[in-house]
C-alpha cells in the first residue's frame, strides 16, 4: 500500500503538538500534524507564556516579537484575586504581577513576559509551523496506528477519505483523555477526574469592576456556584468558568443561553448589566499523571502526559516546553548526531518536571477551594517562583557532578550553571550588540570557555569533526565580551574553565579548571551525553 512518508507526525494541535512541530520546522525536520478540530481555539483558554517557555520559543525568529505586540495591544499585567463576585468589597488578591516578588525576571532572562490568551498564541504558533514548511492539517483525525522497531504506521481521516502515513516517530499531543495513551496502555496516577466546567465567553461593559489594560483571573465562591472569572482578556471579550457535578445530574444541556445570562450577572454583582453571549463549551478538569512519557517511538506531551488543573496557569507553558524540548531530542537522533537511546532522557528529565507542576497546580486548587471541600490535596510549594526557571533535570544527557543533591528545583534568583541547571542570563557584547548567553543556544551544542580555556576552544574544533556534531566554540572575552564581568561566578568556573551546554539551554557539563587532555574529555562528555 502507498503511503505518505515523514520523520514525525503529530497527533493534536495546542500547545504541545504546534510547538513540537514549529520548532522540528525551524530545524528543517519535516513533520506532518493533524487535529481533528477544524481550528485553533476560538476560547481564550490558558492565558500567559511563562518565561522559560518564551525562551524555548524565542530563537524562531518572529515569534517572541509577535506575541509581544500581542500582549502590548491587551494590557499591562496580569493579577489572580479571589472574590464572591467583581462587585465584592472583600476581593483578596494573591498574585500581582507588578510586584517587586518578580522583578527578579529582569535579571534572570532576556525573554519577554507575555499574557496573551492560548487562542492568539496558538494561531501564531500554527502560522509560524506552517511559514517553516511543516505540513499542518486541521480537520484531520487518527483514526488507527501500529508500530514496530523501525516505525509508526498510522491512519488519518480527513473528509471522510483514510489514508496512510509512515512515520519514524509519533508525538502523542491529543489531549487529556489521550486515546492514543489509552491505547498504548500507558498507566496513570493522580487525583484523577476533579469535575466538569462550561466557559461562557460574553461581552459586558465592565468599567468600574475590573481594571483597563489587566487581565484578572478571579476566583469565584458565593451561593449560586464556584468558578472562576477573566477579565481582560484581548479577544473583545470575558470569559465566565462555572463548576458543575455530573453526579449530581447537572450536564452541559443545562448551560442554557438564559441560564449563562443569568450566571454572568450573579458573577459580577450587577443583576441588570447588559451582556451578550458568544459561545459556551464545556470540558473536563482533572489531575492525571501518566507514568511514562516514551513507549516504543511514540512520545506523550502536553496534557496527554500531565493533566493539571488550571490553578496557577503553568499547564500551558509545561506544554510549550514539553513540545520544544521533544523537538530538540529528535533533531539530534534523526540527524544521526544522537544514538536512539537519547530519547530516553525524554522521560527522564520533563516526567519530574511535569508531575511537579501538576502537583503545585492541585494545591493551588485547594487552597482556593471552600474548606469543606479540600481533602486530600498536597501542600502549595514553599516557593512557587523558583518553578518558573529553577528546575532542574538529571539524566544520562547530564552528568552530575559529585555531592548533587539531586534536586530539582533551583533558585533562578541565584544563578548557579551547574549540570542540570538552566544555563544563566550573562549579557554579553558581540561587535558592539548587547546580546545573552541565552542567545547563543538553540541551535546546537555550546561550548563557552574561559579566556584561558583556549585549549577547550582547539578540542571542540576536534571533537565537532570527529563525531560530526553541530557545536559552537565561544571564548569568553576575545568573541565574546563579558560586559558585566558575571560568567564565571554565574557559570561556577576558574581559570582555563568551560561548560557545555546542551540546544535547551541546560548545562551538561562543566569542567572548573583546565584539563590535561581536553579533547578525550570533551569526547568522552559528548559520547556519554548523546548516547553515542
Same mark, same amino acid.
Given at each position: 500500500m502507498e503511503h505518505e512518508r515523514v520523520p514525525v507526525l503529530v497527533v493534536g494541535g495546542g500547545?504541545?503538538?504546534?510547538?513540537?512541530?514549529?520548532?522540528?520546522?525551524?530545524?528543517?525536520?519535516?513533520?506532518?500534524?493533524?487535529?481533528?478540530?477544524?481550528?485553533?481555539?476560538?476560547?481564550?483558554?490558558?492565558?500567559?507564556?511563562?518565561?522559560?517557555?518564551?525562551?524555548l520559543l524565542r530563537p524562531v525568529p518572529g515569534i517572541e516579537q509577535t506575541l509581544k505586540e500581542i500582549w502590548a495591544g491587551i494590557g499591562e499585567g496580569t493579577r489572580i484575586a479571589i472574590a464572591s463576585t467583581l462587585s465584592s468589597p472583600d476581593a483578596r488578591v494573591i498574585v500581582d504581577d507588578s510586584g517587586a516578588e518578580f522583578a527578579f525576571l529582569d535579571e534572570a532572562t532576556p525573554a519577554s513576559? @507575555?499574557?496573551?490568551? *492560548?487562542?492568539? +498564541?496558538?494561531?501564531?504558533?500554527?502560522?509560524?509551523?506552517?511559514?517553516? &514548511? =511543516?505540513? #499542518?492539517?486541521?480537520g484531520t483525525e487518527l483514526v488507527s496506528f501500529d508500530q514496530d522497531s523501525d516505525g509508526v504506521t498510522a491512519v488519518i481521516r480527513a473528509d471522510g477519505v483514510q489514508s496512510t502515513v509512515r512515520a519514524d516517530y509519533l508525538v502523542a499531543a491529543d489531549g487529556h483523555r489521550s486515546p492514543i495513551r489509552q491505547l498504548l496502555g500507558v498507566p496513570t496516577t493522580g487525583k484523577?477526574?476533579?469535575?466538569?466546567?462550561?466557559?461562557?465567553?460574553?461581552?459586558?461593559?465592565?468599567?468600574?469592576?475590573?481594571?483597563?489594560?489587566?487581565?484578572? @483571573?478571579?476566583?469565584? *465562591?458565593?451561593? +449560586?456556584?464556584?468558578?472562576?472569572?477573566?477579565?481582560?482578556?484581548?479577544? &473583545? =471579550?470575558? #470569559?465566565?468558568?462555572?463548576?458543575?457535578?455530573?453526579?449530581l445530574g447537572e450536564s452541559e444541556d443545562d448551560f442554557t443561553e438564559e441560564r449563562c445570562l443569568e450566571l454572568?450577572?450573579?458573577?459580577?454583582?450587577?443583576?441588570?448589566?447588559?451582556?451578550?453571549?458568544?459561545?459556551?463549551?464545556?470540558?473536563?478538569?482533572?489531575?492525571?499523571l501518566a507514568e511514562r512519557y516514551r513507549e516504543g517511538r511514540v512520545f506523550l506531551a502536553g496534557d496527554a502526559a500531565h493533566t493539571m488543573p488550571p490553578t496557577g496557569g503553568q499547564g500551558g507553558s509545561t506544554a510549550i516546553?514539553?513540545?520544544?524540548?521533544?523537538?530538540?531530542?529528535?533533531?539530534?537522533?534523526?540527524?544521526?548526531?544522537? &544514538?536512539?537511546?537519547?530519547?530516553?532522557?525524554?522521560?527522564?528529565?520533563?516526567?519530574?518536571?511535569?508531575?511537579?507542576?501538576?502537583?503545585?497546580?492541585?494545591?493551588?486548587?485547594?487552597?482556593?477551594?471552600?474548606?469543606?471541600?479540600?481533602?486530600?490535596?498536597?501542600?502549595?510549594?514553599?516557593d512557587p517562583l523558583r518553578a518558573m526557571l529553577g528546575c532542574r533535570y538529571h539524566s544520562t544527557a547530564i552528568l552530575d557532578e559529585p555531592g548533587d543533591d539531586g534536586s530539582i528545583l533551583d533558585d533562578a534568583r541565584v544563578p548557579v550553571g551547574r549540570p542540570g541547571n538552566r544555563a544563566p542570563h550573562v549579557v554579553l557584547d558581540w561587535d558592539?550588540?548587547?546580546?545573552?548567553?541565552?542567545?547563543?543556544?538553540?541551535?546546537g551544542f555550546v561550548?563557552?570557555?574561559?579566556?584561558?580555556?583556549?585549549?577547550?576552544?582547539?578540542?571542540?574544533?576536534?571533537?565537532?569533526?570527529?563525531?560530526?556534531?553541530?557545536?559552537?566554540?565561544?571564548?569568553?572575552?576575545?568573541?565574546?565580551?563579558?560586559?558585566?564581568g558575571r560568567w564565571q561566578e554565574r557559570y561556577g568556573v576558574g581559570e582555563g574553565g568551560a561548560v557545555l551546554v546542551r540546544p535547551d539551554g541546560y548545562v551538561a557539563w562543566r569542567s572548573r579548571g583546565g584539563d590535561p587532555d581536553p579533547a578525550a574529555t570533551l569526547e568522552r562528555v559528548l559520547r556519554r551525553v548523546l548516547s553515542h
Open positions: 500547545y504541545a503538538g504546534l510547538s513540537t512541530a514549529a520548532l522540528l520546522a525551524w530545524r528543517q525536520v519535516p513533520v506532518m500534524l493533524v487535529e481533528r478540530h477544524p481550528s485553533t481555539s476560538v476560547q481564550p483558554k490558558a492565558f500567559g507564556v511563562g518565561p522559560r517557555a518564551m525562551e513576559q @507575555v499574557g496573551a490568551p *492560548q487562542a492568539e +498564541v496558538e494561531r501564531v504558533l500554527r502560522a509560524k509551523a506552517e511559514e517553516l &514548511g =511543516a505540513d #499542518v492539517r486541521f484523577g477526574d476533579l469535575g466538569q466546567m462550561c466557559s461562557i465567553m460574553f461581552e459586558a461593559d465592565l468599567t468600574g469592576l475590573v481594571r483597563e489594560r489587566e487581565v484578572t @483571573v478571579w476566583y469565584l *465562591q458565593n451561593d +449560586v456556584f464556584t468558578g472562576v472569572i477573566v477579565t481582560g482578556t484581548g479577544v &473583545g =471579550a470575558h #470569559v465566565l468558568g462555572v463548576n458543575y457535578d455530573t453526579s454572568v450577572r450573579t458573577a459580577t454583582g450587577v443583576p441588570g448589566i447588559d451582556a451578550r453571549i458568544l459561545d459556551r463549551t464545556t470540558f473536563s478538569m482533572g489531575h492525571v516546553q514539553d513540545g520544544c524540548d521533544l523537538a530538540w531530542r529528535l533533531w539530534l537522533v534523526i540527524s544521526g548526531q544522537a &544514538g536512539p537511546a537519547f530519547l530516553d532522557t525524554y522521560d527522564a528529565e520533563r516526567r519530574p518536571i511535569g508531575t511537579l507542576t501538576a502537583n503545585a497546580q492541585l494545591a493551588n486548587l485547594g487552597v482556593r477551594m471552600p474548606p469543606a471541600q479540600r481533602t486530600d490535596y498536597p501542600e502549595p510549594l514553599d558592539g550588540q548587547r546580546i545573552s548567553t541565552v542567545d547563543l543556544f538553540a541551535s561550548l563557552m570557555a574561559e579566556r584561558q580555556g583556549k585549549a577547550w576552544v582547539e578540542a571542540g574544533r576536534l571533537v565537532r569533526e570527529r563525531l560530526g556534531i553541530q557545536l559552537t566554540r565561544v571564548l569568553l572575552d576575545e568573541e565574546l565580551m563579558d560586559v558585566e
